[in-house]
């Protein structure tokens, strides 16, 4: 499956080749940076420490799409949506693991994912979508009205949303297990005096710092006791291995938005 890295010179974008380049049955087909960038026109394979691949960054990624069979995409909201009407075009696989899209952002993709595969996931690792399924499992066997539901989550001093992308899902998978609506029950911030806790309210709290690649918490507190679900992140490689996987799935799919837990066959 030929794929492309957009971003291709970014951290996770050079993690990413180094991730086609050890997957059976994935190979780099195109790279894609921003015009205007000093790595076009580097070969990429050499950019991420693989050595030469005899592929060459460039800033058109209409050329790059119309050969491909499938996109990697850790980018920016905004180039995302872009991408993902490149990606739709082309008839595409598209992996998205961009975070902070906005409402508008998620439905442009929605109207991309009728014309090709899409997966969209907050977290491409097996770890966070399994804990996701948990998540989801224990919010649902324990009541409000006595376990209040908290996600701690922290990242790298250059990670530019919150909270995390993994949080919102982690939320929202708690979200579920109540059959709540996460928009109308999130509290974000918390400063001053905020009064009493609201029951059923899901709270976020958002660390950032050094290096860390991603820790996420969920921390289920009752009455004399508190169960805590957490996934600590030690490598950024997890997320493009899962990216890979991905694109490989949804290769030759029906057009349709897919989540990670399509994918590895987690249930809804």
Request: proline share 3%; aromatic share 4%; hydrophobic share 45%.
């Amino acid at each position: 499956m030929g794929l492309v890295v957009v971003g291709a010179a970014g951290r996770m974008g050079r993690t990413l080749i180094r991730a086609i380049h050890e997957a059976p049955g994935a190979e780099l087909c195109g790279a894609v940076e921003r015009e205007g960038s000093a790595f076009v026109g580097q070969d990429a394979g050499e950019l991420a420490g693989v050595g030469k691949l005899g592929v060459s960054i460039s800033d058109d990624p209409l050329q790059a799409f119309a050969s491909a069979d499938g996109v990697l995409d850790f980018t920016a909201p905004a180039a995302t949506v872009q991408f993902s009407g490149y990606a739709a075009q082309a008839r595409i696989a598209h992996v998205i693991g961009t975070t902070g899209c906005s409402p508008e952002d998620d439905a442009r993709i929605a109207a991309a994912a009728r014309h090709a595969p899409i997966v969209k996931s907050g977290n491409m690792s097996l770890g966070v979508n399994l804990l996701a399924v948990l998540v989801e499992q224990a919010a649902r066997a324990l009541d409000a009205a006595d376990f209040d539901i908290e996600v701690l989550e922290m990242h790298h001093r250059h990670k530019v949303d919150a909270p995390s992308g993994t949080a919102l899902l982690l939320g929202q998978a708690a979200a579920t297990g109540r059959g709540i609506d996460l928009a109308d029950n999130a509290v974000r911030v918390r400063d001053g005096h905020t009064g009493p806790r609201e029951e059923g309210a899901i709270g976020f709290a958002t660390l950032r710092g050094g290096s860390v690649v991603g820790d996420h918490s969920i921390i289920l507190a009752g009455p004399g006791e508190r169960i805590v679900l957490s996934h600590h992140a030690e490598d950024r490689a997890l997320f493009a291995r899962g990216a890979v996987k991905a694109a490989l799935w949804a290769h030759a799919r029906k057009p349709g938005l897919y989540s990670m837990r399509d994918v590895l066959g987690l249930g809804a």
